[in-house]
C-alpha cells in the first residue's frame, strides 16, 4: 500500500530506467521472433521447419519440437511487450499522482495548511495567541484539504494494485510464456475487473449463507472495482435482472427472523453502498446485455421479489432496488424510463381500495423486508424517496424527470400529470400523498430537494468541490436555459414559508439553489414598477451572457421572504448575495456609475433578508428578550469572512460558499466576471458556534445591547463590498459619504420589501 510519505518521496529513476530497458529488450525479442535484422530468426526457423522433408522419429518428434519452439517466441514477444507497457503506463500514472501531490499541497500551505508524515491535514501557521497571527483554517477548510490528499494517494494505491497483479500474474507462469499479454494498464483494469466480477458472482450464489468474512471479501473486491465498468457489467449481466434483485433481497433479509444486526449489519452497509456503486457503473454500459439487463429490472419492478423460502411478504422489485440507488450515478435514461414506470405503477395501486396511497402501498403488512442498511426512518421503503436520491447525484436525468410525466391517458385509466405535479405541487388535485415516518414527519422532502438541486444547480446536491457548468455550446447554452426555467418554477412555487415549512427537510436545498441562481435573482429584483428594460438592467447585470432568467420582481422578493426566516438558509443566500455582488462590482472595471448602481441593489437585497430575519427572531422570542437579542446578536455575527482583502478589478472573489452547518454544502456561487486563470477559491466561514460558546445566556450588558449590535453588524454586511470597491477606487471622505447615505437609503428600501407589519397589524 503506498503511503502519503512514500508518494512524497517517490523516486522514478529506477523505474524509468526499466521502462527503457524492456522497450529495447522487446526491439530484439522482435527481431529475433520475425527478422528485420538480417539474423537468424524464429519466422524462419519455422517456415524450414514446416517445409523439410522429414524421416523416421524426426517427422514427429523433432519436428514438432522445433515448430513449437519457434511459436514461442511469440508469445515470449507479447509477454514482453505486455511487461513493457504495464511498466510505461505505471511510470506515467505515478508521475502525475506524485506531480498532483506536490501542487495540492503547496496550494494549501498557502492558506496555512501542512500535511504530516501520514498525510493528516493541520495548521501550519505561528501561534493562534500572537497578536496579529492569521486565523486558522476552518474545519471545513481541513477536511476539504484531506479529502484533496486521499484522493490522490487513493489513485495512487489503484496504480500499484493493478500493476503489481498484472506483473505478478505474469510471474506465476513458471513453465511457459503467456500467450495473452496486457496492452497496458487500463486494459489489465479491464480483464482483472472481468476476473474479479466471475469470482463475485460465484460468491454471490451462496447469498445469505456466505459468512462474514466471505461478505467481507465480497465487499472489498467490489469496492477495489468501484469505477472499473468491465467489472460492473460483467457482475451485473452474469448475475442477471431477476438474480442481481433477489440476491440484494435475500441477502439483507433471510426471512424466518433472521434479519441481519450487529456486525453484520454494519458490514451490509458497507456492502450495499459498493453493491449500489457497482449498479450504478453497469448502467452506463452501453452494450446489449446491459440494456436487456435495465430493460428487465425495469419489467421486475412491481413484481413481488421472494425470499429463499417463497413466503408471501414479499417486497415489490420497485423496494428491492431502492435503496441499492442511493449511492453512484445511474445512467440517465434508464432513470427516467424506470421513475416513468414507478410512479404510474404507484398511481394505478393508489387506486386500490385496500392499499389506497403510497403510505399504504410501500409499508402495509405484505412486504416487512428491512432492505436498506443502516436502518433508518420508514421512507427507506419508498422506492420514489431512493429513486430522487438517485437523480440527485445525476443532474441531467433528474432535469429530464421533472420536465417529464407519468400516465397516458388510455394505459390503466391514468390522466397524464406532470412529475412536477405530482410530487412537488401538494395543491394539484392528483399530487402525491407522501409516506410519513413514525414520528408524522415526511423524511422524503429531503430527497425531493437533492433532486431540485442537482437539476437547478447543474451538479450533484453532495458535490464537495462544485462548479458551475459551462455555458458555451448550444447545448450547454439549451440546458442551462431548462435549468433556469425550472429554478422559475421553484421561486414562483415556494412563495410563503409555511409552504416549505410543509415540506419538511426541503429548505436547506432551497436555499443552496437560490445561492446558485443569485445573480437571476439580482436581476430579477432590480424591476421596480416594471423599470428594468428602460434603466439598462440587461446590460448592468450582462443578462445575455449570463443567461440570466427574469422569476418576476413580485415572486423573487416572496421566494427571499419565505427562505430567510430561517437562520441556516438566511446565512447561505447571504453569504452568496455579498460574494455575487462583490464579483458584480469589480466586474464594471472603470465605469464608477454602474458599479455603485450594483452595490446599491446588493444593499438593498441584504435589507431584505435582514429585515425577514428580524421578523423572524422577534416572533420566535417575542415573550423572552434576552433570547431574543442572543439570537439577534448571532444574526449580526453570522458570518466572518476567510478574506477581507480590497475587492478591484484585478482581485479574484470567492467562487464557492461553504455552510458548515446541520446543512453542510458546498455551493458554487456565479460569479458576475472571470480573472485571468479563473476566479480564485475563496471559502468563508461562520463563527456562530464559537460565539455562542463564549457568550450564550450571559445576561451580561453586552447581551442587553444584542438588537443594535444586531442591526449595525448586518448593516456592516451589507456595506463590505461597497466600501472594499470605494477604496479600491481611492475615494475621497466625500465622495464615500455620499456613497453611504444612497446605501443606506437602498437598505431601508430593501427593509421595507419584507417587511410585514401591516399583514400582522401592528
Known amino acids: 500500500m503506498v503511503t502519503y510519505q ?43 521447419a514446416n517445409a523439410a522433408d522429414w524421416k523416421g522419429d524426426n517427422a514427429t518428434v523433432t519436428k514438432e519440437f522445433t515448430t513449437t519452439t519457434a511459436r514461442q517466441f511469440d508469445d515470449m514477444v507479447i509477454e514482453a511487450r505486455s511487461i513493457h507497457n504495464i511498466l510505461r503506463d505505471a511510470e506515467t500514472n505515478l508521475r502525475k499522482h506524485k506531480e498532483d501531490l506536490r ?26 495567541q500572537l497578536e496579529g497571527a492569521p486565523k486558522p483554517p476552518t474545519q471545513e477548510e481541513l477536511d476539504t484539504a484531506q479529502a484533496e490528499i486521499n484522493r490522490i494517494v487513493s489513485a495512487a494505491n489503484e496504480t500499484d494494485r493493478i500493476t503489481a497483479r498484472a506483473l505478478r500474474q505474469h510471474a506465476d507462469s513458471k513453465y511457459d510464456f503467456d500467450e495473452k499479454g496486457f496492452k497496458g494498464l487500463q ?55 431477476q438474480g442481481t434483485l433477489e440476491f440484494w433481497r435475500t441477502l439483507a433479509d433471510p426471512g ?61 422489485g420497485f423496494q428491492v432496488l431502492g435503496p441499492l440507488m442511493s449511492e453512484g450515478k445511474w445512467d440517465s435514461g434508464f432513470l427516467n424510463k424506470y421513475g416513468e414506470k414507478l410512479i404510474d405503477f404507484e398511481r394505478d395501486k393508489a387506486k386500490d381500495p385496500v392499499l389506497g396511497s403510497p403510505d ?58 406532470s412529475n412536477w405535479d405530482y410530487l412537488v405541487d401538494q ?13 408524522g414527519k415526511t423524511t422524503g422532502y429531503q430527497f425531493l430537494g437533492h433532486a431540485l438541486e442537482s437539476a437547478t444547480l447543474g451538479y450533484s446536491y453532495d458535490d ?53 441562481h443569485i445573480d437571476s435573482l439580482n436581476y430579477s429584483t432590480a424591476n421596480f414598477g ?26 423573487s422578493t416572496s421566494f427571499l421572504r419565505a427562505l430567510a426566516t430561517d437562520k441556516e438558509a438566511y446565512d447561505t443566500v447571504s453569504a452568496a448575495q455579498q460574494i455575487y455582488s462583490s464579483s458584480a462590482m469589480a466586474g464594471q472595471g472603470d465605469d464608477e456609475g454602474d458599479a455603485k448602481r450594483i452595490g446599491m441593489h446588493s444593499v438593498k437585497m441584504h435589507g431584505m433578508l435582514d429585515e425577514v430575519r428580524s421578523e423572524a427572531i422577534g416572533s420566535q422570542f417575542a415573550d423572552d428578550k434576552e433570547k431574543r437579542n442572543l439570537e439577534l446578536e448571532q444574526q449580526g455575527a453570522w458570518r466572518d469572512f476567510a478574506a477581507s482583502a480590497v475587492i478591484g478589478t484585478a482581485v479574484g472573489v470567492g467562487a464557492a460558499v461553504v455552510i458548515p452547518t446541520g446543512a453542510a454544502a458546498a455551493i458554487a456561487v456565479p460569479l458576475a466576471f472571470e480573472v485571468a486563470g479563473g476566479a480564485a477559491e475563496t471559502y468563508f466561514e461562520t463563527q456562530t458556534m464559537e460565539w455562542l460558546k463564549e457568550n450564550e445566556y450571559d445576561n451580561s450588558d453586552d447581551s442587553v445591547k444584542g438588537i443594535d449590535q444586531a442591526r449595525q453588524e448586518g448593516e456592516h454586511n451589507a456595506m463590505v463590498p461597497l466600501l472594499n470597491w470605494a477604496a479600491s477606487r481611492g475615494m475621497s471622505s466625500d465622495e464615500i459619504w455620499d456613497l453611504v447615505v444612497a446605501a443606506e437609503k437602498e437598505y431601508q428600501v430593501g427593509n421595507g420589501r419584507t417587511d410585514t407589519d401591516n399583514a400582522r397589524g401592528y
Do not use: C
Request: negative net charge; charged residues 30%; without cysteine.
Open 360 to 417: 399504504l402501498l410501500w409499508k402495509n403488512q405484505y412486504n416487512p423486508a428491512q432492505l436498506n442498511y443502516p436502518p433508518g426512518t420508514e421512507s427507506e421503503r419508498d422506492p420514489v424517496a431512493h429513486l430522487l436520491e438517485a437523480l440527485g447525484h445525476n443532474p441531467e436525468a433528474s432535469l429530464q424527470f421533472f420536465d417529464g410525466t407519468s400516465g397516458r391517458g388510455d394505459k390503466d385509466g391514468l390522466d397524464e400529470i
Open 464 to 516: 464537495k468541490t462544485p462548479s458551475i457548468p459551462p455555458m458555451k455550446t448550444p447545448e450547454q447554452i439549451e440546458t442551462r436555459e431548462q435549468r433556469t426555467l425550472l429554478m422559475d418554477r421553484v421561486v414562483d412555487h415556494y412563495q410563503t414559508s409555511s409552504m416549505i415549512d410543509d415540506q419538511d427537510g426541503i429548505r436547506n436545498s432551497l436555499a443552496r439553489m437560490a445561492a446558485g
Open 187 to 241: 486494459d489489465a483494469d479491464r480483464k482483472q475487473g472481468i476476473e474479479d466480477a466471475d469470482a463475485l458472482v460465484k460468491l454471490a450464489a451462496k447469498r445469505d449463507g456466505m459468512s462474514d468474512s466471505e461478505l467481507k471479501q465480497f465487499n472489498e473486491i467490489s469496492k477495489y472495482h468501484r469505477d472499473n465498468p468491465a467489472f460492473a457489467e460483467r457482475f451485473s449481466t452474469k448475475l442477471g435482472a
Open 6 to 48: 512514500e508518494l512524497h518521496d517517490l523516486n522514478l529513476s529506477k523505474l524509468k530506467t526499466a521502462v527503457t530497458q524492456w522497450e529495447q529488450m522487446l526491439k530484439k525479442l522482435v527481431a529475433l521472433t520475425d527478422g528485420g535484422d538480417g539474423g537468424v530468426n524464429a519466422a524462419d526457423l519455422e517456415r524450414k
Open 530 to 555: 416594471g423599470s428594468g428594460e428602460r434603466s439598462g438592467r440587461d446590460d448592468l447585470f450582462d443578462a445575455e451572457k449570463n443567461l440570466l432568467r427574469d422569476f418576476d420582481q413580485m415572486s
Open 256 to 316: 424466518q427472523g433472521r434479519t441481519p444486526a450487529g456486525d453484520r449489519a454494519k458490514i451490509l452497509a458497507s456492502v450495499q453502498d459498493n453493491l449500489g456503486i457497482t449498479l450504478a457503473n453497469a448502467t452506463r454500459v452501453d452494450s446489449p446485455a446491459m440494456r436487456e439487463w435495465k430493460d428487465n429490472i425495469i419489467a421486475l419492478g412491481d413484481d413481488r421479489i421472494q425470499g429463499p423460502n417463497g413466503v408471501r411478504s414479499a417486497p415489490f
Open 103 to 128: 501542487v495540492t499541497v503547496e496550494a494549501w500551505l498557502k492558506k496555512n495548511i501542512y500535511f504530516d508524515n501520514k498525510g493528516t491535514a493541520l495548521y501550519a501557521g505561528p501561534t493562534r
Open 427 to 439: 395543491g394539484h388535485k392528483e399530487a402525491r400523498a407522501w409516506p410519513q415516518d413514525d414520528d
